[in-house]
């Protein structure tokens, strides 16, 4: 997403902008879609590749992406609820080793786009 924000692409690669009507304009747009669609291959790992191969547009791409990624994400954030739901200070050497595995895994959520008050966690820790 960075990258095709930094090129001034990503506009293109959600479909945001049609293809315009002046001839001149639609041969620029085409060529920013095939950076669009280049730069996310070239983004994501060959190993990954195979879900995008037969779509030729970068919106097409982006949505198969996202959908993929979405069930990978939400599958990750189960997990990691549950992590830190389950975390208990008596497990930890000290109690900074504890804070610190903590903190990761709220930075971990909110990476899966999951936000967690810090008032309900340690509410919970608490009552173990």
Not at 11 to 21: C, D, F, N, V, Y
Not at 53 to 76: S, W, Y
């Amino acid at each position: 997403m960075d990258l095709l924000r930094s090129k001034v692409l990503y506009r293109i690669a959600l479909g945001q902008e049609s293809k315009p009507q002046d001839e001149y304009k639609q041969a620029k747009w085409e060529n920013k879609q095939d950076q669009a669609h280049g730069l996310i291959r070239m983004s994501i790992s060959p190993d990954l590749r195979f879900h995008i191969t037969k779509i030729d547009t970068p919106d097409g791409a982006m949505k198969k992406l996202n959908k993929v990624f979405r069930i990978k994400n939400e599958i990750r954030a189960h997990q990691l609820e549950n992590e830190l739901l389950a975390l208990d200070p008596n497990n930890f050497c000290s109690f900074e080793d504890f804070l610190s595995k903590f903190k990761t895994l709220r930075l971990l959520l909110e990476g899966v786009k999951v936000k967690k008050e810090d008032c309900s966690l340690i509410y919970s820790f608490l009552l173990n």
